[in-house]
Every structure is written in structure tokens, then in C-alpha cells.
């Protein structure tokens, strides 16, 4: 019996110690952390289905440092964000700092969205040193969506994101009978009723004009 339980103890330390063997990134401890429950009744859908195999959380700040990672696979677990200190001057999470998310499925890293759970501590999407917090959600896709509500006249507006096709046309193409003009600060337009298009394609975070002929909104998929 003895030898048993030293067998049971034994393989629990190896596979977890495997498990931090195997972790794609490094994070610095510190003085200060935050946990984050993810239950065994997570909801998750990685590029639109639900995973078939286990693999590795993680939360980032804006920058894309990973403060906190962790395993999943099905088993309820948490994840451990570690915090800034001031103590120590190591990096880490700030208070009311973001926490963006991450999975690494298959080799790739996906962008994570995540529902909070309001049963338990906080639910603002922030770090908070010693805070406490739970999902109940979590989408991981590369493509995202952005849609611009366009008011009758002209407006101002940008996009964020890097579309497969950035061209003028192919972005507007869902609303074109409604577009009138669309200039650049430059002067260059795009002007679909005499198929001119001296933008050319569109500039990540960069702003336009657009006069719409009716109210529409544009919607704009990707990375």
C-alpha cells in the first residue's frame, strides 16, 4: 500500500512538472498576482469549433507580454496573473491594466474573448493585485469584425483592423449604391459612381471622409 501511494504521489509530480517543462512561455513570480477560474463548464470555440484536444491559456498586457499561462483540458483550473513589483522592479500586470487573452491551439496563437463570470470578484477585464475572477466564456478566433454605423451626409471613420482585401472596392462593396464619396487627407478619393479609386486600399488607423447618399453601416472582417 505504501509503495502505491509513493507510486500515485510520484506520477502527480511528474506530470506536473511536465506540464511546466512544456509551457510556451515564460513568466516572471512575483509579490503580487491575480486568479482567474476557468471552470469545467467554460464555453469555448476556437476559430468557430469546440477544441479536441487540450491547450494552453494565456493573458497578455497590450503590448503582448504574457503574465500568466496555464493548461486546459477540460478539468476546472485557474490561471495566475502576475502583477507588477515595485519591490522587485520585475515586469507584470499594472492595476486597471487590461487583460487581453490568448490560446494556442495547433501550433497557432489566437486572439481570446471572454465573458465574465459575475458570481465571482471582479468582472471589469482588469488586473487588480490579490483580485479574484471567473469565465464563463471564451471565443479564440483570428477574425474579427468591426462594424461603422454611417449617418446620411459626411462622416469621419477608421478601421483598426487588416482586412484580407483592403481595397476600396472590395471593402465597400456590400454598400456601394449608398456611397457617394470617400476622401483620403491627401485629397485622393474613391468615387464609385465613375469606378475612380485613387486611395487605393486602405491604411490601418489612418482616417477618412465619406459622404453616404442613406444611412448604412460598414462592415469590416479581419485580423
Do not use: H, R
Not at 477544441?51 to 495566475?80: H, K, L, Q, R
Not at 464609385?192 to 442613406?214: A, C, H, R, W
Amino acid at each position: 500500500m505504501d509503495s502505491g501511494s509513493s507510486l500515485d504521489v510520484n506520477v502527480g509530480c511528474d506530470t506536473e512538472e511536465e506540464e511546466i517543462d512544456n509551457n510556451p512561455w515564460e513568466t516572471n513570480v512575483t509579490d503580487c498576482n491575480m486568479v482567474v477560474l476557468l471552470p469545467e463548464d467554460l464555453e469555448i470555440t476556437i476559430e468557430g469549433e469546440v477544441p479536441s484536444s487540450d491547450f494552453w491559456i494565456a493573458v497578455t498586457d497590450s503590448d503582448g507580454n504574457v503574465y500568466g499561462s496555464t493548461m486546459y483540458n477540460g478539468e476546472t483550473t485557474s490561471i495566475t496573473v502576475w502583477g507588477y513589483s515595485t519591490e522587485t522592479e520585475d515586469e507584470g500586470m499594472l492595476d486597471g491594466e487590461t487583460l487581453n487573452w490568448l490560446v494556442l491551439y495547433n501550433g497557432e496563437e489566437i486572439p481570446g474573448y471572454v465573458d465574465w463570470d459575475e458570481s465571482i470578484g471582479s468582472t471589469d477585464g482588469t488586473y487588480s493585485c490579490d483580485g479574484i475572477a471567473g469565465l464563463t466564456s471564451l471565443l479564440a478566433t483570428s477574425i474579427v469584425t468591426q462594424n461603422i454605423s454611417l449617418g446620411q451626409g459626411w462622416n469621419l471613420w477608421s478601421t483598426y483592423l487588416e482586412p484580407e482585401n483592403a481595397s476600396m472596392e472590395s471593402m465597400f462593396s456590400s454598400i456601394v449604391s449608398d456611397v457617394v464619396m470617400i476622401k483620403d487627407q491627401n485629397g485622393n478619393v474613391y468615387w464609385p459612381q465613375f469606378e475612380l479609386n485613387s486611395i487605393g486600399d486602405v491604411t490601418n488607423g489612418q482616417g477618412y471622409q465619406i459622404k453616404m447618399d442613406v444611412s448604412n453601416e460598414l462592415s469590416i472582417d479581419g485580423l
